[in-house]
DNA sequence: ACAAAAGTGTTAATCTTACACCCATGT
DNA sequence: ACATGGGTGTAAGATTAACACTTTTGT
């Protein structure tokens, strides 16, 4: 068969990260080349010998320096055809989420920037990425909502009141205080330690702990996770 | 930017069909190529100036010679460099749905069959498309019981017990008749038509009919269909 | 009259929602 | 003692689950 076929696949990844009771997104800058001073996603094209889960950690790893805790495909954008001036592009989105707390992004080196921004103030950004970050935030709502996804959000160890912001910032609700902990706390999967948080005021909050190995099992045997307040 | 890469995209679309209390997915079968004699799904390389959804609509049109009812990017297959031994191919995966109870598929060309298998009889496939299928199976399950999309399978009037059986099938489970039909009424977005079905045996069945305009505003308005039984 | 599938209600159990006060600490 | 956030229980309402008999037709 004779093929002919001149589109280039990339990658891109949309990172969140959550800190200070925001949601951020990950974006670098690039010195040079195209993006010259444009705000973009983490992403680049595909090499030949690469599959695409190993083409998005190579550049989380270049443009970043970061592994993520959770990374999964979001959507490939191939239906614009114009979405890169250069020439035809069809990127795979994936949908990664990081602890950012204590995150040292990679400092400015000579080729690029990276740094976070609060999904609710991003700059201009480089081609479609503002769609598909917006995609990557429905992804991140509905997920949050039947996926124990918001730990990989958080320290290993956290209070329960971070867990709640956390939920009532992305989903943009409110939550009932005690409903939400009884919910959680009757699903059994994550666990009280000794320690507690050092909040400034009020009164000593534990530290809890997501089990995912317990998580795993009930999931296999057919339990599902659901956070769904009116 | 120097850019060499030698990747190939392609679209692929697992078509669902509902026929005779099965669930039957639209395979084809070259008479020439690499895939003579071998059991595929509908696809092919995408077009430099072409969308992404325009290759799938324009294969299912060439090979199937059909226009499916429901259509929704599933998956890109891309991590498995070697899925087809000619070349590196990545492949940007569809599902979609259509009423095939009085479809007629395009017949033996030159080119090509195009015949329904029920999905728990599947013949050898090429590729990986044994996998691509299986993902397919597994939205197609957790999408019906939150997106009224079982009717896509249904011709526009259908009795209440195709659509149960339907879901019942579909989800591998028992389903109580009066529960089942108490809730799927409880949403108001079907209706009652003045027809009855031609059964042979028992009692006389109404028609109903989905009413997609009223579900899309109240999907809007913030109601959640959602069927799922023990 | 019988076989076959359609149509229909009630009750108990479970889950969800709404709601407010006391507790432990630092200042 | 007061300010701050942490921790907890209960009752009403809504939803779900379990369950079986009657109806309409063709033969």
Redesign the pocket.
């Known amino acids: 068969m004779e093929l002919k076929q001149n589109i280039k696949l990339a990658v891109d990844a949309i990172v969140f990260g959550y800190a200070d009771n925001k949601l951020n997104v990950l974006l670098i800058k690039q010195k040079f080349g195209i993006l010259k001073n444009q705000w973009a996603l983490v992403g680049g094209f595909v090499k030949d010998n690469e599959t695409l889960n190993d083409a998005v950690n190579r550049e989380l790893k270049e443009e970043a320096g970061i592994k993520v805790n959770y990374l999964e495909q979001l959507y490939t954008f191939g239906d614009n055809i114009n979405r890169d001036p250069r020439f035809r592009v069809v990127s795979v989105a994936y949908f990664a989420l990081i602890n950012s707390t204590k995150l040292i992004l990679k400092a400015d080196s000579d080729a690029e920037e990276a740094k976070w921004f609060p999904i609710n103030n991003l700059p201009e950004l480089a081609f479609d990425h503002k769609e598909i970050i917006a995609t990557a935030q429905l992804r991140l709502q509905s997920k949050l909502t039947y996926q124990p996804i918001g730990f990989d959000l958080l320290p290993k160890e956290f209070?329960?009141?971070?867990l709640e912001n956390l939920y009532c910032t992305i989903l943009n609700k409110e939550i009932?205080?005690?409903?939400f902990?009884?919910?959680i706390?009757?699903y059994d999967i994550i666990e009280e330690t000794e320690k507690?948080?050092n909040?400034?005021?009020?009164?000593?909050?534990?530290l809890f702990r997501f089990n995912k190995q317990k998580y795993s099992k009930l999931h296999k045997s057919g339990f599902l996770f659901?956070i769904?307040?009116?």
Chains 1, 2 share one sequence.
């Open positions: 209070l329960f009141s971070e009932d205080r005690r409903n902990r009884k919910k706390l009757s507690y948080g909040k400034i005021k009020g009164r000593p909050a534990k659901e769904n307040f009116a």
